[in-house]
């Protein structure tokens, strides 16, 4: 007998096609931000922990960006964007932490 709640994956894909619109604008973004980076990195040289920062947040910025549009998390259940982000925290978390550790040094 055949569980008729539970969803064939195979038969359920739903494909989806990105305009040229929506890559034209993810390079955009992606180029702009790199040229950002770059302009913090040579002219911000005297501010060397606010470019730091600074640069880290663009990457961070560009990450989301890559992982929204090439690795389909715009079109993918929503579970899988959460997941995403949990680790972003984690991550984060850590860090934070193993950098407080380390100056409490």
Known sequence: MENKNLHNTENHKEHHISSYKDHFSTLLALLLLTVVTVVVSVFGADLRS??????????????????????HLKYDMKLYTWLV????????????????E???R
């Open 50 to 71: 606010l470019s730091v920062a600074t640069a880290l947040l663009i990457a961070t910025v560009k990450v989301v960006v890559v992982a929204y549009y090439f690795m």
């Open 85 to 100: 982000v949990l680790v972003a925290v984690l991550f984060v978390a850590f860090t934070a932490l193993t950098s407080i």
């Open 102 to 104: 380390y100056f409490n």
